[in-house]
């Protein structure tokens, strides 16, 4: 059964770094790793997207293993406005197949 | 100019009624989805359509019907709504490129069986 595991909750403090790690040991070849971002009463948010190694853009990293079979979200010097429910999704081409983890919930204290 | 918009944006209504959630997206994307999100923020995969082609049909009841009139409208009627209905329904776009495909989503409908 295709599966995208990830932590239901974390805690942080301004200025950390938060490193959030999504299991999908069954990935398939086609399948990209896509990261989300949602805030209370809004819509998801894309983050970040990898296939394998590191992409960086300016707001996060995304480390993906050689066997792609975990993927890790960095967030640099988190601030309390990063405080959210980060979703890891597993997508197939044209996104013809969607497996969404069940978000990890990251609270940043002051 | 809001990207992809849903209405209402809540919704309460009795068992057994029968309702309907608009969306619309000015983004010119292709595909678009349904998505319901419960009170434990399960994001569930419902419908996805491109080109007003059914290509996503997740195991949903049959009392929910996607219609799509054209590719930037996709509208989600239920019928005798079930007080497990309540839940937050988002609706996305994102543009074919060949790869794993960015979604948009809308702000979400709250909807409330009593």
């Known amino acids: 059964l295709a599966k995208t595991t990830q932590p239901i909750s974390m805690d942080s403090y301004e200025g950390q770094e938060v490193n959030i790690t999504c299991s999908h040991n069954?990935?398939?070849?086609?399948?990209?790793i896509t990261w989300y971002q949602q805030f209370p009463s809004q819509g998801p948010r894309f983050i970040i997207q990898?296939?394998?190694?590191?992409v960086t853009n300016e707001v996060a990293s995304l480390f993906i293993p050689a066997d792609r079979k975990s993927s890790t979200l960095s967030l640099p010097r988190v601030s309390l406005s990063d405080t959210a429910v980060y979703y890891c999704l597993r997508n197939a081409g044209n996104n013809r197949k969607l497996i969404w983890g069940l978000g990890t919930s990251l609270a940043v204290n002051p | 100019d809001t990207a992809v918009s849903q209405t209402p944006k809540y919704l309460v209504t009795q068992m057994g009624n029968d309702k309907s959630i608009k969306c619309e997206q000015n983004?010119?994307?292709?595909?678009m989805y349904w998505y319901k999100q419960d009170s434990k923020k399960f994001l569930k995969i419902m419908f996805s359509?491109?080109?007003?082609?059914?290509?996503i049909n997740e195991t949903v009841p049959n009392r929910f019907s996607p219609k799509s009139p054209d590719k930037a409208h996709l509208n989600l009627h239920i019928n005798s709504l079930e007080l497990g209905d309540s839940a937050v329904y988002f609706c996305?776009?994102?543009?074919?490129?060949?790869?794993?495909?960015?979604?948009?989503f809308g702000p979400g409908t709250r909807l409330t069986v009593l």
């Open positions: 359509y491109n080109n007003k082609e059914l290509i």
């Open positions: 983004l010119g994307h292709d595909t």
């Open positions: 990898g296939y394998k190694t590191k």
């Open positions: 996305a776009s994102s543009q074919l490129s060949g790869g794993a495909d960015t979604q948009y």
């Open positions: 069954n990935i398939a070849t086609n399948d990209y």
